[in-house]
Nanobody, 115 residues
Framework: QVHLVESGGGLVQAGGALRLSCAAS????????MYWYRQAPGKERELVAT???????IYADSVKGRFTISRDNAKNTVYLQMNSLKPEDTAVYYC?????????WGQGTQVTVSS
């Protein structure tokens, strides 16, 4: 059974930083492209960052230069380092794994940035 468990969310002031983690089990982690998405209240879920199996990273324009996605295949974990946080970054953050056939989602972690 596949499990993706996000952690590291919380309340932070604008300009602060958080590091999110997503620990995966039940999948061959190194074979998966990993993603971070977020969903703010009343808005659609949006893709924030992607890291491919070979470590290529892609970012949404809104977070480029502030967020960094990384992965540790030995720990089956993907990270999202978020710096210079803004109130508009407030959302539930989800990780997703894709193995070319299936998408697997975590339960999400809340990030709240106060102004």
């Amino acid at each position: 059974q596949v499990h993706l468990v996000e952690s590291g969310g919380g309340l932070v002031q604008a300009g602060g930083a958080l590091r999110l983690s997503c620990a995966a089990s039940g999948i061959i982690f190194s074979s998966n492209t990993m993603y971070w998405y977020r969903q703010a209240p009343g808005k659609e879920r949006e893709l924030v960052a992607t890291i491919t199996r070979v470590g290529i990273t892609i970012y949404a324009d809104s977070v480029k230069g502030r967020f960094t996605i990384s992965r540790d295949n030995a720990k089956n974990t993907v990270y999202l380092q978020m710096n210079s946080l803004k109130p508009e970054d407030t959302a539930v953050y989800y990780c997703k794994a894709w193995d070319l056939r299936n998408n697997y989602w975590g339960q999400g972690t809340q990030v709240t940035v106060s102004s």
